[in-house]
C-alpha cells in the first residue's frame, strides 16, 4: 500500500479535486495491498469476504472522502481499520444468517432465552460507519488493535487472545485475567464514546 | 490487471459513481464484448477496468471536454471515440434509470378519462 503519507496524500487529494482519473489511481494504489493485508491478518476468512470487505472500504472513500479525516491518522491506517470492520461486519452478518438457517432447520429454544452478553455478541460492537468512534478506533494499540480484530471475528478461545498479547507463556488463570483486563479496556472505551458495546 | 481490480470494476457496472455504467450501457446497446468494447474505443482490453474506474466526465460542455480529455489522454484513446461511447452509454443509463419498468418488463401505460356511467348511489334505486 502506499504507506508513505505524501503518496497517500497526493492520490487523496485528486481524488477530493474531482480529477476524473483520480477513482481508477485510488483503487490502483490501495485496493490490492488492502486485500493482502486482510489475506495476512484474517487468514480464516472466507477470500471472497476479504475481497467484498477491501472493495467497501476504497467504495465508501470514493463514495464521499469525507468520511476519512487526514488530522486523525493516516489515509492507509484508516483503510486498514475500516477494512477490517467491514470484514467483520460481513462475518457478523454471515453468522446470523447461519444461526436464522439453524433455527429454520431446528425450531428450539436457546438455553439462554436469546439473551447473550455484550462480550459474547459480536455484532455489538462498534461499526468504523460511526464516525463518533473513529478516534477510539484510531487510538488502540498494536496489540489491542489485534485483540479488537479477535473479538469482531468472535473468536472466544483465551489463548488466541494470549497468543497476540504475547503472554502465552502465562499460567492460564493469569492469561485469562490479562485477556479480560484488555478486552474490558476496550469495550469500556467504546461505551464512553457513545459506541453500542 | 489484477483479478481484484477487475472484480470491482464488474461490481460497479450498475453504479453511476464510475465510468463503467455509461460503457457497460453503451456495450450493450451494441451488443459488445470487451474485445468489441476496446476496439469501439480505440484502446487496449488490459486498460478496461481501470477505464470502468473512472469517473464519467461532468454534464456541462467545458468539464465535459476537459474531463474526457484527461481520460483519453491517460489511457491512450481518441477523445472523439471516447465522447460518442460516453455521451450514448450515458443517455442509456439516464433513460435506463427514469424508467427502469419500461426496461424491464417492455410495459407501457396511459392515462385516460374515464367515461363509464358512474356507479348510483344510495337511495337512489328506481
Given at each position: 500500500?502506499?504507506?508513505?503519507?505524501?503518496?497517500?496524500?497526493?492520490?487523496?487529494?485528486a481524488?477530493?479535486?474531482?480529477?476524473?482519473?483520480?477513482q481508477?489511481?485510488?483503487?490502483?494504489?490501495?485496493?490490492?495491498?488492502?486485500?493482502?493485508?486482510?489475506n495476512?491478518?484474517?487468514?480464516a476468512a472466507d477470500?471472497?469476504?476479504?475481497?467484498?470487505?477491501?472493495?467497501?472500504?476504497?467504495?465508501?472513500v470514493i463514495?464521499?472522502p469525507?468520511v476519512?479525516?487526514?488530522?486523525r491518522g493516516?489515509?492507509?491506517?484508516?483503510?486498514?481499520m475500516?477494512?477490517?470492520?467491514?470484514?467483520?461486519?460481513?462475518?457478523?452478518?454471515?453468522?446470523?444468517?447461519?444461526?436464522?438457517?439453524?433455527?429454520?432447520?431446528?425450531?428450539?429454544?436457546?438455553?439462554?432465552?436469546?439473551?447473550s452478553s455484550?462480550?459474547?455478541?459480536?455484532n455489538?460492537?462498534?461499526s468504523?460507519?460511526d464516525?463518533?468512534l473513529a478516534?477510539v478506533?484510531?487510538?488502540?494499540?498494536?496489540?489491542?488493535?489485534?485483540?479488537f480484530?479477535?473479538?469482531?471475528?468472535?473468536e472466544?478461545?483465551?489463548?488466541?487472545?494470549?497468543?497476540?498479547?504475547?503472554?502465552?507463556?502465562?499460567?492460564?488463570?493469569e492469561?485469562?485475567?490479562?485477556?479480560?483486563?484488555?478486552?474490558?479496556?476496550?469495550?469500556?472505551?467504546?461505551?464512553?464514546?457513545?459506541?453500542?458495546? | 490487471?489484477?483479478?481484484?481490480l477487475?472484480?470491482l470494476?464488474?461490481?460497479?457496472?450498475?453504479?453511476q459513481?464510475?465510468?463503467a455504467?455509461?460503457?457497460?450501457?453503451?456495450a450493450r446497446?451494441?451488443?459488445?464484448?470487451?474485445?468489441?468494447?476496446?476496439?469501439?474505443l480505440?484502446?487496449?482490453?488490459d486498460?478496461?477496468?481501470?477505464l470502468r474506474?473512472?469517473?464519467?466526465?461532468?454534464?456541462?460542455?467545458?468539464?465535459?471536454r476537459?474531463?474526457i480529455a484527461?481520460?483519453a489522454?491517460?489511457?491512450?484513446?481518441?477523445?472523439?471515440?471516447?465522447?460518442?461511447?460516453v455521451?450514448?452509454?450515458?443517455?442509456?443509463?439516464?433513460?435506463?434509470?427514469?424508467?427502469?419498468?419500461?426496461?424491464?418488463?417492455g410495459?407501457?401505460?396511459?392515462?385516460?378519462d374515464?367515461?363509464?356511467?358512474?356507479p348510483?348511489?344510495e337511495?337512489?334505486?328506481?
Amino acid at each position: 500500500m502506499a504507506d508513505s503519507w505524501p503518496e497517500a496524500a497526493s492520490t487523496y487529494q485528486a481524488l477530493c479535486n474531482g480529477d476524473p482519473v483520480a477513482q481508477s489511481d485510488f483503487v490502483v494504489a490501495f485496493l490490492d495491498p488492502l486485500v493482502m493485508f486482510l489475506n495476512c491478518n484474517f487468514p480464516a476468512a472466507d477470500s471472497h469476504d476479504r475481497l467484498t470487505a477491501a472493495e467497501d472500504a476504497i467504495l465508501s472513500v470514493i463514495r464521499d472522502p469525507a468520511v476519512f479525516d487526514p488530522s486523525r491518522g493516516s489515509l492507509p491506517t484508516f483503510l486498514r481499520m475500516a477494512a477490517s470492520a467491514d470484514l467483520a461486519n460481513i462475518q457478523a452478518r454471515e453468522r446470523r444468517h447461519q444461526r436464522r438457517r439453524d433455527l429454520e432447520d431446528c425450531v428450539e429454544l436457546q438455553a439462554d432465552g436469546g439473551n447473550s452478553s455484550a462480550e459474547q455478541s459480536t455484532n455489538l460492537l462498534p461499526s468504523f460507519d460511526d464516525p463518533s468512534l473513529a478516534a477510539v478506533i484510531t487510538a488502540l494499540d498494536a496489540k489491542e488493535w489485534q485483540v479488537f480484530g479477535l473479538m469482531r471475528e468472535g473468536e472466544r478461545r483465551t489463548g488466541a487472545f494470549a497468543a497476540v498479547l504475547g503472554i502465552g507463556h502465562l499460567p492460564p488463570v493469569e492469561q485469562a485475567t490479562e485477556v479480560k483486563k484488555v478486552k474490558d479496556r476496550i469495550l469500556k472505551r467504546f461505551q464512553r464514546a457513545g459506541g453500542r458495546a | 490487471m489484477s483479478d481484484a481490480l477487475n472484480h470491482l470494476a464488474a461490481r460497479v457496472a450498475s453504479d453511476q459513481l464510475f465510468l463503467a455504467n455509461a460503457l457497460a450501457e453503451y456495450a450493450r446497446s451494441e451488443r459488445l464484448d470487451d474485445m468489441g468494447l476496446a476496439t469501439a474505443l480505440g484502446g487496449r482490453v488490459d486498460d478496461l477496468a481501470l477505464l470502468r474506474l473512472c469517473r464519467p466526465p461532468r454534464c456541462d460542455a467545458e468539464h465535459f471536454r476537459a474531463d474526457i480529455a484527461a481520460i483519453a489522454s491517460r489511457f491512450g484513446i481518441s477523445s472523439t471515440k471516447l465522447t460518442e461511447v460516453v455521451r450514448r452509454g450515458l443517455s442509456l443509463a439516464r433513460l435506463r434509470q427514469v424508467q427502469p419498468a419500461l426496461g424491464e418488463a417492455g410495459l407501457l401505460l396511459a392515462a385516460r378519462d374515464d367515461n363509464r356511467e358512474p356507479p348510483p348511489t344510495e337511495g337512489t334505486n328506481s
